[in-house]
């Protein structure tokens, strides 16, 4: 059919090394990602798609290492 289903995801370990005089100090972070989208062919030519995902980072360093990430993101493609 027009329609297709998309589907996000992932988690990511980040682990740091500790390196002398830095801030990096082993920290340890997680980042984890989800969303799902809708694309539409209009034609054998044209589709359009729609996403909206959502990514979250945890850091056993939480000050300004943690963050929420809302997107929407649309796309047209065109195959001459």
Known sequence: GPF????IGGREQLRYQDLDGLSFGG????????????????N??????LTIDR???VSDVP??????????FGSVSFNP
Do not use: M, S
């Not at 297709?4 to 589907?7: G, H, K, M």
């Not at 054998?44 to 798609?49: C, G, K, N, S």
């Open 4 to 7: 297709e289903a998309i589907v």
């Open 27 to 42: 920290r340890r972070e997680q980042v984890t990602r989800v969303g799902i989208g809708l694309g539409i062919l209009a």
């Open 44 to 49: 054998e030519h044209l589709r359009f798609t």
């Open 55 to 57: 990514e979250e980072r």
């Open 63 to 72: 000050v300004l290492r943690d963050y929420e990430r809302h997107r929407l």
